[in-house]
């Protein structure tokens, strides 16, 4: 599915936090959006998903207003990961990857949705946790069940907010391999909201860098995070380092 963001702004309590952003998602495309902390990266993402309504502007999803879609139709389009969720309440890691399936569920979950739970959790790699409390898991461990929750749903739009965020180095290659994998795999449409500037460039088709709610450049990494964009946003001067760049993981390690 292709999405289409036109002209969206939006305000909390009268202050801008984004001002009139246009962009798009093609099918099998991963969209990294950067910038500092409050320049509208995940005000972006809930805008997109309808948890939060633009003040003007529309995203469009196959040429569809989603704000005129019902929000069932909608949570089977759109796949939403938040940087974290606490949990008030006991539940399972299985529990929680469920409750992915309620776009699909009248009153009970089915066959279908159980063994969609275990394709998910087998994918990642997490059978050994599913009978396990979300509230006794890492936060690592925790942003992977809220990815798998997301996975669940069988989206064709993905929206990530910060996906990697409290996971160590093997675990946040593992999962951006995934998601990007996936979003091959089956043409997805994906967006997601990050810090690291270099697993930005590195997973990312496209980058999208914001700077106070506002884009201040989009295209190929290469060309959005120059020396002087970099130093522009952020407020800083960065030089051509040797960097470790993963390449994979190794298995047994």
Not at 128 to 134: C, D, I, N, S, T
Request: include cysteine; hydrophobic fraction near 45%; proline fraction near 4%.
């Amino acid at each position: 599915m292709k999405v289409a963001v036109r002209g969206i702004s939006f305000e909390y309590d009268g202050i801008p936090a984004l001002r009139n952003v246009s962009l798009e998602v093609g099918e099998g495309e991963v969209v990294g959006v950067v910038g500092p902390n409050g320049s509208g990266k995940s005000t972006l993402l809930r805008c997109i998903d309808g948890i939060l309504r633009p003040r003007v502007g529309v995203v469009l999803v196959d040429g569809e207003e989603t704000s005129k879609m019902r929000r069932m139709d909608l949570a089977r389009t759109m796949g939403y990961v938040p940087q974290e969720s606490s949990g008030t309440f006991p539940i399972r890691v299985f529990e929680m990857v469920l409750m992915g399936r309620r776009p699909y569920v009248n009153w009970k979950a089915t066959r279908k949705d159980v063994d969609a739970v275990r394709r998910v959790l087998e994918l990642m790699g997490m059978e050994h946790m599913a009978w396990r409390y979300f509230q006794e898991l890492s936060g690592g461990e925790r942003q992977k069940v809220l990815i798998a929750r997301a996975l669940a749903q069988e989206p064709k739009v993905l929206l990530l907010d910060e996906p990697t965020s409290n996971l160590d180095l093997r675990a946040q290659i593992e999962v951006l391999e995934l998601i990007k994998e996936l979003v091959r795999k089956n043409e997805l449409s994906a967006m997601m909201a990050m810090h690291d500037l270099n697993l930005a460039a590195r997973y990312s088709d496209k980058l999208v860098m914001l700077r106070e709610g506002q884009i201040f450049a989009a295209g190929r990494p290469a060309s959005v995070l120059t020396r002087e964009n970099v130093r522009e946003v952020y407020g800083v001067d960065v030089e051509a380092i040797p960097q470790l760049v993963p390449v994979g993981v190794r298995s047994g390690a």
